[in-house]
């Protein structure tokens, strides 16, 4: 039985909510620097995705990481997330 204290999150490539240790943190720093957070802890605005690049891939498509930053990634930068989420698949 899932606890219903399990906080969910929306995943910004499918739209499904899952819980958020399912999901992988997408962060903009302080800095306005984006990477993928794997711990979960490092601090700035943080957008989800599922742990697989096709929804990383659908959210890179429909720019929902940039609308929930409000501000433009770079596709150097998706570039990058892509391959560390392929990495850590
Ligand atoms: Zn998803």
Redesign the pocket.
Same mark, same amino acid.
């Given at each position: 039985m899932q606890n219903k204290r399990v906080p969910m999150r929306m995943?910004t490539? #499918?739209n499904?909510h899952k819980p958020k240790r399912e999901l992988v943190r997408v962060v903009r720093s302080p800095e306005g620097e984006i990477f993928l957070d794997l711990t979960g802890k490092k601090s700035g605005r943080g957008a989800y995705?599922?742990n697989n690049i096709d #929804?990383l891939k659908k959210a890179r498509k429909s720019k929902r990481i940039e609308r929930a930053f409000s501000c433009e990634i770079p596709e150097a930068v998706y570039d990058r997330l892509e391959e560390e989420m392929a990495k850590g698949e």
């Open positions: 995943c490539g #499918c499904e995705v599922c #929804c």
